[in-house]
């Protein structure tokens, strides 16, 4: 190559990679202009806002299923901080050909637009490969990070092995239903007989519409669920973890999803798809859980061996238990209300350290145990309608089960609508409508 030929071949890279850098800036500004919209637009306060802390030195990582609302959450709590701050969100098509050697260009051209920042969010991190190397490296000179991410990959296993001690994860579920009430301006405070009446009639809505925030502005919500349910099987499932019966483990996503909450047997699932081993059931559910589009219960055992065995599943929303094509679903009002209970007290509990069982023998069964250590704090029995006294007779059987083997007195049994307190053997359970629970958290009702 001539002289010349060679400084022309140079000039035009330099020139390719400055015309890279003003795309970026485009793409950039871009992102800039549509967060820049968000400040006209009224957002619902999440309770797990006040988990973000924006001056501590790790990796505040929002996790949790597609759709839940992080990054409007992140984008709240940074605007509630009154910090400045940069942001990029690599779920853009224009980004797909990064990778982590170009983020320091894109750290420059953030510099570039915003000027100088000492916090930066960064909304579906998962999507470049190599991501912690760069979250490390501003983390090591001081920059406050905040990200999201919604792939099965990162919250399983990445976080752990990549940030060590270097992140605080916090999981954000869909709407429960005080941010429900708070999204619709619905009155939770007054005792009138109307401010009650429109509160019920707004959980009977929530029971069946379920809380992704998205979904309470869209025609149509069957079409939402399913490229939903469609995008967490193929891209944050399949992708990452290579899965070769493809067709078989999105039946089993499906059919999991119909019959839940159930008890997962792993046998029982390898015959009905036609998998190789039980070790494969067993993983493909893992995945789920790990995307959450499931959420596992353990059963209660002082033994160890006990309680890794028996897992229970739930739906992460109600809107995934009947929203979906061949669902088949009825209204199913005793599973969604359980539902709707559970993914209540990951809320509650979690954060506080606490853990939650189901408790099972042969004769009878307890929905929900919280538990601090070995001792159980509170046993909750969930069923929508008790006028039955045959169905009265057994939700109190479970409870007083459970309270008998842990010597657990604090017992609560959730309903549709009654409000009473209960005596029995020496026990006092306290009966309470689900929807007026949802909305008051006292020492009582959970610890």
Partial sequence: ????????????????????????????????????????????????????DLQSTQAQVVIGVRRSGKSTLCYNALTRAGVKYAYINFDDERLVSLKAEDLNDVLEVLYKIHGDFNHLFIDEIQNIAEWYLFVNRLLRRGMHIIVTGSNAKLLSGELATHLTGRHHAITLYPFSFAEFCAYKQVDVKRQTTQAIAQRRATFDEYMLQGGFPELQNVRSDREYIDTLVDNILRRDIEQRFKITHKAAFEQMAQHLLNVSPTIVVDRALKELFGFRSEHTAKNYVGYLRQAYLLVGLRKFSHKSKERVVGEKVYPVDVALMNKREGAMAGNNLGWRLETIVY??????????????????????????????????????????????????????????????????????????????????NGYVIAVRPVYDWLLREDKQQCP
């Fill in 1 to 52: 190559m001539h002289s010349g030929e060679n400084n022309a071949y140079l000039c035009g890279i330099i020139l390719l990679i400055v015309m890279d850098k003003r795309i970026l800036e485009t793409i950039l500004s871009d992102q800039l202009e549509e967060l820049e919209m968000k400040r006209s637009m009224h957002f619902c306060q999440r309770a797990e806002e006040d988990l973000v």
């Fill in 343 to 424: 993914i209540e007290l990951l809320r509650r509990c979690r954060n506080k350290g606490l853990d939650i069982y189901y408790y099972t023998d042969r004769s009878s069964e307890c929905d929900f145990m919280i538990c601090r250590n070995n001792e159980t704090l509170l046993c909750v029995q969930v069923a929508y309608d008790i006028s039955s006294p045959n169905t009265l007779r057994r939700e109190v059987s479970g409870l007083l089960l459970a309270a008998k083997a842990t010597a657990c007195r604090n017992l609560l049994l959730l309903t549709d609508h009654q409000y009473e307190d209960i005596e029995k």
